[in-house]
């Protein structure tokens, strides 16, 4: 699907300057920040939220919940730059991004297996 955006020029200097830091394709760098920076498809439940007016299947769909392939793969990408060099300023805060989101991914998927335990949908972890 094409979509047309209207973006301040500082936002997509930025976007041409790590695309082209990182020898990737503009698109692609646009996209992966638009991935990393939005809530999981099945992750619209808040951190802290109250899942229990949630169907059996939504809480299973969060607690099963995973990072797409595309950033994961980005992700770890970033994490082996960190390894072998500085990031540069937009890399950690793509990073900095990315780790966030993940962080209340995990917040969100804990919460559901709470609730899929006493449901009786998921074993005790003990």
Do not use: C, Y
Not at 39 to 55: E, I, K, M, Q
Not at 64 to 74: I, Q, Y
């Amino acid at each position: 699907m094409e979509v047309t955006l209207n973006l301040p020029e500082p936002v997509i200097a930025r976007a041409r300057d790590l695309a082209a830091s990182n020898q990737r394709d503009f698109r692609d760098v646009l996209a992966d920040v638009l991935v990393t920076s939005l809530p999981p498809s099945n992750g619209t439940v808040p951190p802290g939220a109250d899942l229990s007016g949630l169907s059996d299947q939504e809480v299973l769909a969060i607690a099963d919940g995973r990072l797409s392939g595309t950033a994961s793969e980005r992700l770890h990408q970033l994490r082996e730059w960190q390894d072998q060099r500085d990031l540069t300023p937009d890399e950690d805060e793509e990073f900095d991004r990315a780790i966030d989101s993940l962080a209340e991914a995990n917040g969100r998927k804990a919460l559901a297996w709470v609730e899929a335990v006493r449901r009786g949908l998921k074993p005790r972890l003990d």
